[in-house]
């Protein structure tokens, strides 16, 4: 007993952080269903065509889940019995088996995917063939969402061509197709621990006239990234809206149709390579990316223009919460320029920005690669069939326990006494996690209920100001809708700094480059990084909360005494050490005269110590202010 409430509370603590499957999948709309078969273990395929041959190293399986079943939809129809082939010929002649599951049933893995792993094997056919399935009544049947197919960083599986040995097909929810739509449960790959700052890009609202007359694609509405030079493509991925803002709820705004654009001009009159995206079912993606196969071509410019636009209330608009574009390996759109037809009068500090385009981040949280985020999920549904069996297995043993407890009050005395003193022994271990997951749980309530509640009073702000005929009332409710803005940015910048696991230090200038542009504001004002390149490294939790915020105490001193948002902002990155400053043109002031004037010089003096850094201020009337801020990226005490 004592090592399953070991165990038990182990797997508590690795879970913390853990991505999850989504809750509500309408998007997903199920996947592939084989026909009703007439025995167990009838063989039954399903085959894809990666159009060219590929070195295949992961495979993930998603199983169907049909929540409104309960836990009796999980897992439904996963075949308990398969192998996976990959060949260069069609007819899978000389293939090579990667996965083979043919020995002893599969434990239903329920909610989460089962990944293989394995040393690339080039092909360019994978057969999937279900050699023992579920029964159904007097029948039986195999399913699955969807089956991923991983080279490397490069989505294989996405698009590719599908044939079969039987099929039940009811579009949208089972057909062949929807077995590499990339539309499953798993959503988005993001990492949960870090929240994101940005929501993405939005374009403006349109009529249903303005729509109409839209017709050529000049007129259309678009996103598109400049990779700043011609780069090979091999795959894009577009990703909806995940804000709680009432225009674009739950991903609307993402485009009923729409084409992606590969030019070597900015006007895109040289189209070197153009695909038309699918129908969804629900007319947008739920939560889950749009991958586009490329076939390795050149290119600079990467568009995506609208077809057919999602409308709410008779108005149109468009927007995505990222826009990825890969070669090989790597997202090469991450923090390049992005341009569009139009953008929505929506502020940076409300989390919208066509920047936001190629930040990194969904509209909640940071995105990561794929591979690494199947390992995670994959990971996580171990853990839950564990925590299953210890459970199942516990109760078994208190069961037994009351059976001979119940022949001497004496033994159920030492039980309850013994449980007291493990109990008492279990606490202090217990409070250290559950510490960690009270910091987890205030981060996601701070940001999903609090943040909610943010973008409803600036909304309603807005309204309250367009429908307001007096000048007095329209300034009221204007100083409001700021007030909301600014208390939504510093709210996601609380919930960024209370994380316990490392920040990255690229995330970390990063992280920075976004408050420059939401507090200042300013088209000129730029961070300059020195040196350009530089090697990431962890930062601590006390180094980045108090050089963040002291960044911040910077940059609003600009806004709030300077007069004048034009400043000057560098990042110097040495071997030990992280420094900026902060330079202004403004008006100055006599830095001897500035105690309780709200310049902040106490409160950077105060950040500086506990992380045994410096700050230095200079200003005088008439001649502008610099600050330097510097700090070491480890400490010797502990403040």
């Known amino acids: 007993m004592r090592r399953i409430d070991d165990r038990l509370e182990k797997i508590a603590s690795d879970m913390i952080g853990l991505p999850a499957p989504m809750q509500h999948p309408w998007g997903s709309r199920y996947g592939h269903r084989s026909a009703d078969l007439p025995t167990e273990s009838t063989p039954d395929w399903l085959q894809m065509d990666f159009g060219r041959t590929r070195d295949v190293q992961m495979i993930a399986l998603m199983p169907v889940n049909l929540s409104y079943q309960g836990t009796e939809g999980a897992g439904y129809g996963f075949p308990k019995r398969f192998r996976i082939e990959i060949s260069d010929h069609a007819d899978m002649r000389d293939a ?84 590499n739509d990339s539309q499953s449960t798993l ?188 390992r995670l999920m994959d990971l996580r549904g171990r853990l839950v069939r564990e925590t299953e069996a210890l459970k199942q297995k516990r109760a078994t043993i208190v069961s037994r326990g009351k059976n001979i407890i119940g022949a001497s009050g004496v033994a159920l005395a030492i039980l309850i006494v013994g449980a007291w003193i493990w109990s008492t022994i279990r606490h202090r271990a217990m409070r250290r996690r559950d510490v960690e997951q009270l910091r987890q749980q205030i981060a996601r309530d701070l940001h999903d209920d609090i943040g909610s509640n943010l973008g409803g009073i600036v909304l309603l702000s807005e309204i309250g100001s367009a429908q307001s005929r007096d000048e007095e009332s329209r300034a009221d409710f204007e100083a409001i809708r ?94 030990d050490r992280l420094r900026f400053t902060v330079s202004d043109d403004g008006i100055g002031f006599d830095p001897d005269k500035a105690v309780g004037t709200g310049h902040g010089l106490d409160n950077l003096k105060r950040r500086a110590s506990r992380i045994e850094g410096s700050v230095r201020m200079e200003s005088a009337p008439g001649k502008g202010t610099r600050i330097t801020f510097e700090a070491p990226f480890t400490q010797k005490k502990n403040t």
């Open 482 to 575: 700021r007030a909301a803005e600014e208390a939504s940015l510093s709210m996601r910048d609380i919930i960024w700094l209370i994380q316990r696991e490392p920040v990255g230090l690229k995330e970390f200038v990063t992280r920075m480059r976004q408050s420059l542009r939401a507090i200042l504001n300013h088209p000129d004002v730029s961070l300059e990084v020195e040196p350009m390149a530089f090697p990431d490294r962890a930062l601590g939790l006390r180094f980045r909360r108090h050089v963040f915020l002291a960044f911040k105490e910077a940059l609003n001193n600009v806004r709030k005494h300077a007069q004048t948002r034009l400043a000057r902002v560098r990042v110097e990155i040495e071997t």
């Open 187 to 374: 959503g988005m790959p993001v990492d949960v621990k870090s929240v994101s700052p940005s929501l993405g890009y939005l374009s403006a609202k349109s009529t249903r006239q303005e729509v109409e007359n839209a017709s050529l694609p000049s007129t259309k509405k678009w996103c598109a990234v400049d990779l700043g030079e011609s780069t090979q493509i091999e795959e894009v991925r577009v990703l909806p809206l995940e804000s709680d803002a009432y225009e674009v709820t739950g991903g609307r705004g993402f485009p009923r149709q729409f084409q992606v654009q590969l030019a070597n001009d900015p006007e895109f009159l040289d189209v070197v390579w153009q695909a038309m995206s699918g129908n969804f079912p629900l007319g947008y993606p739920d939560g889950c990316p749009i991958h586009m196969t490329v076939p390795q071509i050149k290119a600079r410019y990467v568009r995506v223009l609208t077809v057919d636009l999602w409308s709410r209330d008779d108005w149109y608009l468009f927007g995505l919460s990222e826009l990825q574009v890969y070669d090989s390996q790597r997202n090469v759109a991450l923090e390049k320029r992005v341009f569009a037809k139009d953008v929505s009068d929506k502020k940076p500090q409300e989390g919208w920005s066509p920047h936001y385009l190629v930040d990194g981040f969904t509209s909640r949280y940071r995105l990561t690669e794929w591979p690494d985020y199947l």
């Open 96 to 179: 090579t088996v990667v996965v083979d599951r043919g020995a002893e049933d599969v434990i239903n893995p329920g909610t989460h995917p089962l990944v293989y792993e394995f040393a690339p094997v080039r092909g360019r056919y994978l057969r999937f063939t279900s050699t023992k399935h579920q029964r159904h009544q007097d029948l039986y049947f195999w399913a699955l969402e969807e089956l991923f197919v991983w080279e490397g960083n490069i989505m294989a599986s996405a698009g590719a061509l599908t044939s079969f040995s039987s099929n039940m097909d009811l579009y949208p929810q089972w057909a062949p197709v929807r077995i």
